[in-house]
Protein backbone atom coordinates (compact mmCIF):
# COMPACT_ATOMS: atom_id res chain seq x y z
CA UNK A 1 0.00 0.00 0.00
CA UNK A 2 1.56 3.51 -1.10
CA UNK A 3 -0.59 5.84 1.02
CA UNK A 4 -2.97 5.44 3.75
CA UNK A 5 -5.33 8.05 2.30
CA UNK A 6 -5.57 5.88 -0.56
CA UNK A 7 -6.84 2.21 1.45
CA UNK A 8 -10.08 1.78 2.26
CA UNK A 9 -10.31 2.45 5.59
CA UNK A 10 -8.14 5.64 4.39
CA UNK A 11 -10.91 7.28 2.50
CA UNK A 12 -13.82 5.55 5.36
CA UNK A 13 -11.35 7.97 7.81
CA UNK A 14 -12.12 11.20 5.85
CA UNK A 15 -15.70 10.62 6.07
CA UNK A 16 -16.09 9.20 9.76
CA UNK A 17 -13.17 10.72 11.49
CA UNK A 18 -11.68 8.80 14.81
CA UNK A 19 -14.97 7.04 15.39
CA UNK A 20 -14.93 2.75 16.03
CA UNK A 21 -14.72 0.94 12.47
CA UNK A 22 -15.61 -2.68 12.66
CA UNK A 23 -12.89 -4.15 10.30
CA UNK A 24 -12.11 -7.49 9.05
CA UNK A 25 -8.25 -8.71 8.78
CA UNK A 26 -5.91 -11.52 9.04
CA UNK A 27 -2.36 -12.37 10.83
CA UNK A 28 -0.35 -15.03 10.31
CA UNK A 29 1.94 -17.11 12.33
CA UNK A 30 5.32 -17.65 10.19
CA UNK A 31 7.27 -20.57 11.99
CA UNK A 32 10.85 -21.32 11.02
CA UNK A 33 12.13 -25.19 11.37
CA UNK A 34 13.85 -24.37 14.76
CA UNK A 35 10.17 -23.54 16.30
CA UNK A 36 11.26 -19.48 16.38
CA UNK A 37 8.36 -17.26 15.18
CA UNK A 38 8.40 -14.52 12.80
CA UNK A 39 7.52 -11.30 15.09
CA UNK A 40 7.76 -7.64 13.79
CA UNK A 41 7.93 -4.30 15.74
CA UNK A 42 5.59 -1.89 14.89
CA UNK A 43 6.65 1.57 13.46
CA UNK A 44 3.10 3.74 14.56
CA UNK A 45 3.10 2.56 18.55
CA UNK A 46 6.49 0.28 19.02
CA UNK A 47 4.67 -2.80 20.37
CA UNK A 48 5.30 -6.06 19.09
CA UNK A 49 2.87 -8.51 16.51
CA UNK A 50 2.53 -11.18 14.39
CA UNK A 51 2.29 -9.82 10.42
CA UNK A 52 -1.30 -8.92 10.29
CA UNK A 53 -4.03 -6.03 8.65
CA UNK A 54 -7.07 -4.92 7.21
CA UNK A 55 -8.58 -5.90 4.19
CA UNK A 56 -9.03 -3.71 1.33
CA UNK A 57 -12.17 -3.67 -0.95
CA UNK A 58 -12.23 -6.74 -3.45
CA UNK A 59 -10.03 -9.16 -1.54
CA UNK A 60 -10.89 -12.38 0.10
CA UNK A 61 -9.54 -13.20 3.14
CA UNK A 62 -6.49 -15.35 2.12
CA UNK A 63 -5.57 -12.48 -0.30
CA UNK A 64 -5.41 -9.81 3.09
CA UNK A 65 -2.85 -12.26 4.49
CA UNK A 66 -0.17 -12.53 1.76
CA UNK A 67 -0.47 -9.17 1.06
CA UNK A 68 -0.35 -8.33 4.67
CA UNK A 69 2.54 -10.59 5.17
CA UNK A 70 4.69 -9.73 1.49
CA UNK A 71 4.04 -6.06 2.79
CA UNK A 72 5.53 -6.20 6.11
CA UNK A 73 8.48 -8.87 5.86
CA UNK A 74 9.28 -9.05 2.44
CA UNK A 75 8.18 -12.61 2.75
CA UNK A 76 5.55 -14.36 0.17
CA UNK A 77 3.62 -17.07 1.63
CA UNK A 78 3.65 -20.28 -0.21
CA UNK A 79 1.02 -22.47 1.76
CA UNK A 80 -0.84 -21.70 5.12
CA UNK A 81 -3.56 -22.91 6.76
CA UNK A 82 -6.53 -21.03 8.94
CA UNK A 83 -6.52 -22.46 12.38
CA UNK A 84 -8.81 -19.69 14.09
CA UNK A 85 -10.52 -16.48 14.59
CA UNK A 86 -10.28 -13.24 16.16
CA UNK A 87 -12.71 -11.47 17.58
CA UNK A 88 -13.14 -10.52 21.29
CA UNK A 89 -13.38 -6.75 21.64
CA UNK A 90 -11.23 -7.02 24.82
CA UNK A 91 -7.99 -7.55 22.93
CA UNK A 92 -9.09 -7.16 19.14
CA UNK A 93 -9.76 -3.18 19.67
CA UNK A 94 -6.99 -1.08 19.22
CA UNK A 95 -6.84 2.95 19.71
CA UNK A 96 -4.20 3.95 17.42
CA UNK A 97 -1.63 7.66 18.68
CA UNK A 98 -3.56 9.58 16.40
CA UNK A 99 -7.04 8.98 17.67
CA UNK A 100 -8.58 6.07 15.29
CA UNK A 101 -10.10 3.25 16.82
CA UNK A 102 -10.41 -0.03 15.22
CA UNK A 103 -12.48 -3.29 16.60
CA UNK A 104 -10.45 -6.18 14.25
CA UNK A 105 -12.43 -9.50 13.45
CA UNK A 106 -9.73 -11.60 11.83
CA UNK A 107 -8.97 -15.00 10.42
CA UNK A 108 -5.48 -16.05 12.25
CA UNK A 109 -3.22 -18.44 9.88
CA UNK A 110 -0.49 -20.38 10.20
CA UNK A 111 2.78 -21.02 7.71
CA UNK A 112 5.60 -22.89 7.87
CA UNK A 113 6.35 -22.27 3.73
CA UNK A 114 7.64 -18.78 2.11
CA UNK A 115 9.93 -17.59 -0.05
CA UNK A 116 12.15 -14.02 0.10
CA UNK A 117 13.95 -12.32 2.06
CA UNK A 118 13.37 -10.47 5.40
CA UNK A 119 12.97 -6.31 4.46
CA UNK A 120 11.89 -3.83 7.05
CA UNK A 121 9.86 -0.73 5.18
CA UNK A 122 10.37 1.82 7.27
CA UNK A 123 6.88 2.67 7.13
CA UNK A 124 4.33 -0.15 8.83
CA UNK A 125 7.78 -2.22 10.40
CA UNK A 126 10.67 -0.63 12.33
CA UNK A 127 12.21 -4.66 12.99
CA UNK A 128 11.42 -8.17 12.45
CA UNK A 129 13.10 -11.05 14.81
CA UNK A 130 12.56 -14.39 15.42
CA UNK A 131 11.08 -15.54 18.92
CA UNK A 132 10.87 -18.87 20.44
CA UNK A 133 7.80 -18.98 21.87
CA UNK A 134 8.71 -18.95 25.58
CA UNK A 135 10.59 -15.91 25.04
CA UNK A 136 8.30 -13.50 23.51
CA UNK A 137 9.27 -9.71 23.81
CA UNK A 138 7.49 -7.93 26.91
CA UNK A 139 5.83 -5.63 24.79
CA UNK A 140 3.23 -7.37 22.47
Same mark, same amino acid.
Given at each position: ??? @????????????????????????? #????????????????? +??????????????????????? #??????????????? +?????????????????? #??????? @????????????????????????????????
Amino acid at each position: MSD @FGDSYLGQLRQVIGNRLVLMPGARC #VLEREDGRVLLQQRVDN +GLWCLPSGYAEAGEDITQVMRRE #VREETGLEVLDAKAW +GFSSDPAYETTLYPNGDQ #VQAFGLD @FFARSWRGDLHVDGVETAALDWFPPDALPEAM
